[in-house]
């Protein structure tokens, strides 16, 4: 191979933030970003007067002005009063005043699909068998068309208010553990990021993945020096985290990927599970798979 010479290396959080922004001038250049706009995160949370955690959410909006809800989760004692639906539409509130067109998310079989549905949400993805025996939805609702309210039976008493970063743990939290005791993780995250460094010691690649508890195996970014394109590198690191993924138990490997980025994964044999059609404008978001 021509790159016999490059080190192969695990990866270092501050790489991530390199591999990040060289994806992100790249992704910038084909769709800018909007004036002034950064990735940013929003955390909301509902209280007793004790100022208690009922529940929250985690929701995540990108320069593209596009919001994803991360997280949403209610403790066990107040679900079907109305706080999941406050949070949502407070939520779509936040985003629609910073901008943003559309909203999206993924649930899982025995989390929430028939609520978000009454909220406007519609399926615009599909996994089977993640985790296995189950299934994963991706939705969307654009925020920037009318869409009927919908007000569920229960209506919540409490306010929503924003959350700081330790609320924003413990709304994490609960919805970790209510994911566990329906389908209990089988391992912490197992991380397998890898870096690739010229002769010079230059970082010229990388790649940022993993497999989660259910072993289902996830791509966060990965990235190839243009310079050093149509070599081989790229296929090298992809192959060698499948193969790695696969030995540590994974059956899947997961990877959201936008539309300009489609050709590479295609050759290797991933298919398309879900699209988010216009995001960002004039573009397709695509949510990929391939079994291992
Ligand atoms: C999902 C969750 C956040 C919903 O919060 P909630 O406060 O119970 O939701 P609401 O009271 O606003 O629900 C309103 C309506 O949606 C329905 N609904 C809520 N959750 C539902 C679910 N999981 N499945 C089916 N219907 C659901 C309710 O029956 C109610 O219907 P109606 O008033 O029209 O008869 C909460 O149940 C929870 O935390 N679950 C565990 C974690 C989870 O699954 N989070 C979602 C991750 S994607």
């Known amino acids: 191979m021509q790159f016999l010479n490059f080190e192969i290396k695990p990866c270092k959080e501050e790489d991530k933030e390199f591999f990040r922004e060289k994806i992100d001038e790249i992704s910038d250049s084909i769709v800018p970003p909007a004036e002034g706009a950064e990735d940013e995160y929003v955390f909301l949370k509902i209280t007793d007067d004790e100022d208690n955690i009922l529940g929250g959410c985690i929701m995540e909006i990108d320069s593209w002005k596009i919001a994803e809800l991360d997280i949403l989760w209610v403790d066990e004692k107040y679900r079907m009063q109305g706080l999941g639906s406050a949070l949502i539409r407070e939520a779509e509130h936040v985003a629609r005043e910073n901008g943003?067109?559309?909203?999206?998310?993924?649930?899982?079989?025995?989390?929430?699909?028939?609520?978000?549905?009454?909220?406007?949400?519609?399926?615009?993805?599909?996994?089977?068998?993640?985790?296995?025996?189950?299934?994963?939805?991706?939705?969307m609702k654009r925020l920037d068309q009318p869409s009927p309210e919908y007000v569920p039976s229960k209506t919540c008493v409490y306010g929503v208010r924003p959350a700081n970063g330790e609320d924003?743990?413990?709304?994490?939290?609960?919805?970790?553990?209510?994911?566990?005791?329906?389908?209990?993780?089988?391992?912490?995250?197992?991380?397998?990021?890898?870096?690739?460094?010229?002769?010079?010691?230059?970082?010229?690649?990388?790649?940022?993945?993993?497999?989660?508890?259910?072993?289902?195996?996830?791509?966060?970014?990965?990235?190839?020096?243009?310079?050093?394109?149509?070599?081989?590198?790229?296929?090298?690191?992809?192959?060698?985290?499948?193969?790695?993924?696969?030995?540590?138990?994974?059956?899947?490997?997961?990877?959201?990927?936008?539309?300009?980025?489609?050709?590479?994964?295609?050759?290797?044999?991933?298919?398309?599970?879900?699209?988010?059609?216009?995001?960002?404008k004039g573009h397709r978001w695509c949510q990929l798979q391939k079994l291992l």
């Open 100 to 139: 943003c067109y559309a909203m999206t998310l993924r649930t899982f079989d025995f989390q929430a699909r028939p609520l978000y549905e009454k909220h406007g949400y519609k399926v615009v993805g599909f996994i089977k068998d993640w985790p296995r025996g189950h299934e994963n939805y991706s939705l």
């Open 168 to 280: 924003a743990d413990i709304i994490d939290d609960g919805l970790g553990e209510y994911n566990h005791s329906q389908v209990p993780y089988e391992h912490e995250f197992i991380r397998l990021n890898k870096k690739v460094l010229d002769e010079d010691g230059n970082l010229i690649a990388g790649i940022i993945a993993g497999v989660q508890g259910w072993n289902c195996a996830y791509i966060e970014m990965m990235w190839v020096d243009e310079n050093q394109r149509n070599r081989g590198i790229g296929t090298y690191l992809l192959s060698d985290f499948e193969r790695e993924a696969k030995e540590k138990g994974a059956y899947m490997v997961i990877f959201d990927a936008l539309d300009w980025q489609m050709p590479f994964f295609e050759k290797h044999g991933y298919t398309v599970t879900g699209t988010l059609e216009d995001c960002p």
